[in-house]
């Protein structure tokens, strides 16, 4: 990853070709700007299959060019300082500076740009799929087709988490539209031949071929990532452009690709069709995507999670938060259980759990297995609608403690200075009136507990799901996970404001 990750977004005309680094996000960049037409540097030379001619000419004509134009705002003039009346420099800079926005006047008046991509014809109806940053603050959306027809198209929806648009054109009439259909992209296995198709410059369908590299790819560009990997060159400007198999159905939307130049060096990413399917049905259907909620903060089970747990290999999703009167908390989840399935889909990771959530239609019932202090239980819930506008809160920092305070009596454990929780610290370290447990008064530097970022002021809720309530029931139930042969001890700590997540600590 150290080479920068492009992603593929439009060449902004002459001048904002210069400015490519403006378009870098989190280390990506849009593959829909100009590139080297050159081949994949790098790519590593594979006998594919005798031919994809055939395949080719069935579904070239259905993909097309997007071409984009925007009108871009005049950048703010530098205004002359002031200056005290009769300074010297006062006439130099006034001149100086009047000149200065006579020739910004000129150069900053409002400007059209310019960006290219590619898409897909999904419907004979006009409808067509790219991916969002292919359209992002696009005034004019255009389909140019590989007849020579340009189509001005309208954006019917858009969903940034995992970047595709859908748009509609309307058809010249006698001139049916050409369309392909989505595969089945959970049935593709690492090595199996794809071929990647795009219309990057208006210059006709550009075709490369390529295997799967690698399934589920997280490239960290949204909570959704399950990207398919290609070695199939993607080059800029092929972005929202159709990923098929030998068959010729899409399996793939291609979206972005890891790049120190700019052009393809055989490892490209495409959002899976059976991901984008669901979405592009909402889109289509309500203008917005609709994703399934039930309202848990998750945690990864680490392997030292997993050893407290008794899990016997880091697997599931671990809950540390339930909202409270959400379908989870309904449906009878409680902080610390162990997710292993979801509506009779297997949670790998914590990972797994918002994408496979998500894709679940809101207002279905589902079955959950949990394990539950080392139980497996089945719940059962009704997936709730995703709000997209929530923003998790900021967690507070908790306050130092004041040097008058008085005196409170702790006991050293697990790196931790640990007191029972009193009026006088709930009130020090501002911690909400219905949380309880043992407050952290200090934490010793360069403990396991420190790189954890347990701080003081927060609350040991539970230890391996048992709650506590003083220093002396944390140290009976590490003496008895001890005895037990455990290594490890599951706490449950809370933020003053009552933020919960778990971590595991060394018992020794």
Do not use: C
């Amino acid at each position: 990853m150290s080479n920068g990750m492009d992603a593929a977004a439009g060449t902004r005309g002459a001048r904002a070709r210069t400015g490519i680094a403006g378009l870098l996000l989190a280390g990506l960049i849009a593959a829909t700007s100009l590139g080297s037409f050159g081949p994949p540097a790098g790519a590593a030379a594979m006998k594919g299959p005798d031919s994809v001619a055939d395949t080719a000419a069935n579904v070239m004509d259905a993909v097309v060019n997007i071409s984009t134009s925007q009108t871009v705002a005049p950048s703010r003039s530098v205004p002359t300082p002031e200056l005290p009346p009769g300074s010297p420099f006062e006439e130099f800079f006034e001149e100086f500076f009047k000149r200065r926005q006579q020739q910004q006047g000129e150069d900053n008046a409002p400007r059209r740009v310019s960006s290219l991509g590619s898409g897909f014809v999904i419907d004979q109806a006009g409808f067509i799929v790219t991916n969002n940053h292919v359209i992002a603050d696009a005034d004019e959306i255009y389909a140019n087709f590989a007849d020579g027809s340009k189509l001005k198209a309208e954006l019917i929806g858009r969903d940034t988490k995992i970047d595709i648009a859908l748009l509609k054109v309307t058809p010249e009439e006698g001139k049916p539209l050409k369309a392909v259909k989505f595969g089945n992209s959970d049935v593709l296995r690492v090595g199996d031949w794809v071929m990647a198709i795009g219309n990057p410059f208006g210059l006709g369908g550009t075709l490369t071929v390529g295997v799967i590299s690698a399934r589920n790819r997280d490239i960290n560009s949204g909570p959704y990532d399950n990207f398919l990997q290609t070695d199939a060159a993607i080059n800029r400007g092929n972005s929202g452009g159709p990923l098929f198999n030998m068959d010729g159905d899409v399996i793939g939307i291609n979206t972005a690709i890891i790049s120190p130049s700019g052009g393809s060096i055989g490892i490209g990413f495409a959002v899976p069709a059976n991901t984008a399917v669901p979405i592009i049905a909402q889109l289509k259907e309500f203008g917005e995507a609709r994703r399934g909620w039930i309202g848990v903060r998750i945690q990864q089970v680490t392997p030292e999670i997993a050893e407290s747990l008794a899990l016997g290999r880091p697997r599931g999703a671990l809950v540390g938060a339930v909202t409270e009167d959400g379908p989870a908390a309904k449906g009878g989840l409680k902080a610390g259980d162990v997710v292993l399935s979801f509506d009779g889909k297997e949670v790998k990771d914590m990972r797994s759990l918002p994408i496979i959530v998500a894709d679940t239609p809101v207002d279905k019932e589902v079955e959950v297995v949990v394990v539950r202090k080392g139980t497996e239980e089945k719940l059962k819930l009704v997936v709730g609608r995703l709000n997209e506008a929530e923003v998790a809160a900021a967690t507070p920092e908790a306050p130092e403690a004041k040097p008058d305070a008085p005196k409170v009596e702790t006991q050293k454990l697990l790196g931790l200075d640990l007191a029972e929780l009193t009026p006088e610290l709930r009130t020090r370290f501002k911690i909400k009136d219905e949380l309880k447990g043992v407050v952290v008064m200090a934490v010793e530097p360069g403990s396991v507990a420190a790189e954890r970022g347990i701080a003081p002021g927060n609350l040991i809720v539970e230890v391996n799901q048992e709650a506590t309530a003083t220093p002396k029931d944390i140290e009976n139930r590490l003496e008895a996970l001890k005895k037990d042969g455990r290594r490890s001890a599951l706490l449950m700590v809370a933020d003053p404001e009552g933020q919960i997540r778990f971590t595991a600590l060394p018992v020794d």
